[in-house]
């Protein structure tokens, strides 16, 4: 017996043969879970090479040889759905003079689409349309309000916002809808909350119904519900990513609880990232000036976490057009702070300086101190990334007497470690090792081994570069330790990677390429693109020092297109550099020429003169090693006199070293050079067995 397209169990379960002697196929648009006794089959879509057949089998396999693209493409805009396919292939096969490519453009148009699958009897709509009018008024006002979302995949409190009923009953409904088919269960997310989805053509359908039957204040409302609901859970799990943010209570309104968004906030961002993204731009179309800001300002967690530098910069220039439209000056200060932090990341450092000084003084016109404040030490930051360390010393000052007054510990602590890092960058080490420590201290007392842990890897950078290798290995592996028991995988690999450079600069080559290996697979796990070429290039440096230029041209290429992609062009003139000490070794003199010129004149650009310095000294060691004397020797003199301007004396030393070479191949005492050298690794405490290491030439 057959019974096609029942529309419930009561329908069907009178006419269910009594005997097992006589066997009943049914096929219906629900899933009929009431009917006992009976094996359950769902038929999918069809798979990719299914459909191209198909297709394939009724417009005639010769348009499908030099169109086989677009007729895959009409084949997924089909959502693989057989139905569609079918009117689709007829359609095609009756205009034989269509191109593919044409049509799937017309198939594009989601606004139109439906309105296309369309031939004789057969109508997607028109099935489609069987399945909804057969739900409850509950259950059409479910689907049509779902089609507000954009996201591929949403959880069931999203359909509880937007009708505001409880969670428990959207789940219910979003079940029963599921049952009728018109949705489908994507999965569980990493938060443990099952996600749902529409297939492509009922959300066509959704929307199309949304439009006609919905007002477009009801849609607005809406949308403005939903936004805000993303706005507070976006800040409680970005608060605890960014600790010590200015934090806005979560309201009562909640459909998940503030804790489990803060217990689980990597996972939840992970699940909501697309989500958050898209509505940032959909709050923005629909006018709704304030939720758009306000929902880009905690993303900056996620989006720095995950280095998504592009959708950090796509939102936020939404998000400042949008604080622009509301003529809120407090939304145009966030936002462009904001943005300053981003461009201070990717080394567009006068960007980040004039976007965060103008988040300054708009906050300093509000006569919001603190938030001044937290402005200025990002201003500091900006100050201390571009090499202006002297700029950023004194504005970190200026914000720690605000946090200070304010008995903002937490703020004190970060400013603190900030400053101890300029102070670094001139060499100010008794100075610098201070305040790391008074900052250490504070995150002891405010009991966050997290910040603790951060500090002393950056401490562990000043004994780094005074080459005091084992001080700084014992507070990496600390700060390991700390990261490792905290759950922080990104702490973690941040510390293990630095523990590679302080073992590589040590001439432990091996253990430190253990690092950068360890390390690796954990950014790639985040999804930090920024840190897997970072990475990359920290390993390949490490096979240039004991000569592995194979091994090391591999990563270091393999590296520089991901920094291209970030837009990220300081790391990626810093590879440049990498690359042409390479072809310098290999002595392939225009190509080493040409990458160390590039990464020059974009370090000039950017005014970064640590990094100036150190393209002018590859570029002295080149013309050295080219017989190019004069060349050599002005571009040495050059380096000199930065590392010289910025206190940096180990690396003063490491250019009067290549000088002293430049002397000995011309035939030049070089005696003077070398004594010269020998002060400056005696007054840095540099081992005399460890010399030879810290001067290397790589």
């Known amino acids: 017996m057959f019974l096609d397209n029942a529309l419930n169990e009561t329908q069907v379960e009178d006419l269910i043969p009594g005997t097992p002697e006589c066997g009943v196929i049914i096929t219906s648009r629900s899933r009929l879970a009431g009917l006992s006794g009976c094996h359950a ?43 569609a396919l079918r009117i689709v292939a007829a359609r095609l096969a009756s205009r034989p003079a269509w191109r593919l490519d044409w ?28 399945s909804y009018n057969s739900r409850s008024v509950e259950e059409k006002q479910a689907f049509r309000m779902l089609g507000i979302l954009k996201a591929a995949t949403f959880p069931a409190w999203n359909l509880a916002v937007l009708t505001e009923t409880s969670p428990a009953n959207a789940e219910e409904t979003a079940e029963r809808l599921v049952d009728a088919e018109l ?12 996600r749902y989805r529409f297939h492509d053509l009922l959300r066509d359908y959704a929307r199309e119904l949304l439009a006609a039957e919905e007002p477009d204040d009801a849609q607005k409302s809406a949308l403005r519900r939903i936004a805000n609901i993303y706005v507070a859970m976006a800040r409680e799990a970005s608060a605890v990513l960014q600790p010590g943010a200015l934090h806005v209570p979560a309201p009562d309104s909640m459909p998940v609880t503030p804790e489990t968004v803060r217990r689980n906030a990597r996972e939840w961002f992970a699940s909501e990232r697309g989500a958050l993204v898209l509505l940032v731009t959909q709050a923005f179309e629909a006018e709704l000036w304030a939720e758009t800001w306000q929902l880009a300002e905690p993303l900056i967690a996620m989006f720095n976490w995950r280095a998504d530098w592009r959708d950090w910069e796509d939102t936020h220039r939404i998000a400042l057009r949008a604080a622009d439209r509301a003529g809120s000056t407090v939304g145009q200060a966030v936002i462009r702070n904001n943005l300053g932090l981003l461009y201070r990341e990717l080394g567009r450092f006068d960007e980040a300086i004039s976007l965060t000084d103008a988040s300054v003084t708009a906050f300093n016109e509000l006569g919001d101190e603190h938030r001044e404040a937290l402005a200025r030490r990002n201003l500091a930051d900006a100050y201390r990334y571009k090499g202006l360390l002297d700029e950023a010393i004194s504005s970190f000052q200026s914000s720690l007497e605000v946090f200070e007054r304010h008995a903002d510990q937490r703020s004190v602590a970060g400013t603190l470690g900030g400053m101890a890092d300029a102070l670094r960058g001139l060499s100010r080490w008794e100075e610098s090792e201070s305040r790391f420590r008074r900052s250490l201290d504070l ?114 290429r393999q590296a520089l297109p991901m920094f291209t992609a970030l837009d990220d062009g300081r790391w990626a003139a810093r590879t440049r550099v990498s690359l042409a000490d390479i072809q310098r ?114």
């Open 585 to 698: 070794h290999q002595r392939q003199w225009d190509a080493a020429e040409e990458n160390a010129r590039n990464a020059l004149q974009y370090f000039q650009g950017i005014n970064d003169r640590p990094a100036e310095a150190r393209a002018l000294r590859e570029l002295g060691m080149l013309f050295r090693d080219r017989a190019r004397w004069d060349a050599a020797r002005e571009h040495f003199e050059r380096s000199r006199g930065i590392f010289t301007d910025l206190h940096d004396d180990l690396w003063v030393a490491r250019v009067l070293d290549g000088l002293a070479r430049l002397h000995e191949m011309r035939g030049q005492d070089p005696q003077d050079l070398r004594q010269q050298v020998a002060d400056i690794c005696q007054r840095c405490d540099v081992p005399p067995g460890l010399q030879a290491v810290c001067l290397a030439e790589w």
């Open 183 to 194: 949705l489908e269960v994507s999965g569980i997310d990493s938060i443990g909350m099952v």
């Open 103 to 130: 049509f799937a453009d017309r198939l594009g148009d989601e606004q139109n689409r439906l309105n296309l699958l369309k031939v004789g009897n057969m109508e997607v709509r028109a099935s489609l349309a069987l």
């Open 443 to 556: 995150y002891s007392q405010i009991g966050d081994r997290g910040e603790e842990a951060r500090i002393k890897m950056m401490l562990a950078m000043v004994y780094r570069d005074r080459w005091r290798h084992p001080p700084a290995e014992t507070l990496l592996r600390e700060g390991i330790t700390s990261f490792t028991e905290l759950g922080d995988k990104r702490g973690e690999a941040q510390s293990v990677r630095l523990l590679g450079t302080v073992l590589r600069n040590d001439g432990k080559v091996t253990e430190a390429v253990e690092c950068f290996d360890r390390c690796l697979p954990i950014f790639e796990d985040l999804l930090d693109r920024r840190f897997i070429a970072i990475s990359l290039r920290n390993r390949g440096d490490a096979f240039r020092i004991i000569g592995d230029y194979q091994r090391a041209e591999a990563d270091l």
């Open 41 to 83: 089959e769902s038929v999918d879509v069809m798979e990719p090479e299914q459909a191209l057949d198909l297709l394939r089998k009724v417009i005639g396999p010769a348009r499908l040889v030099s169109q086989e693209d677009s007729a895959r493409r009409i084949a997924k805009l089909c959502g693989f759905l057989p139905l």
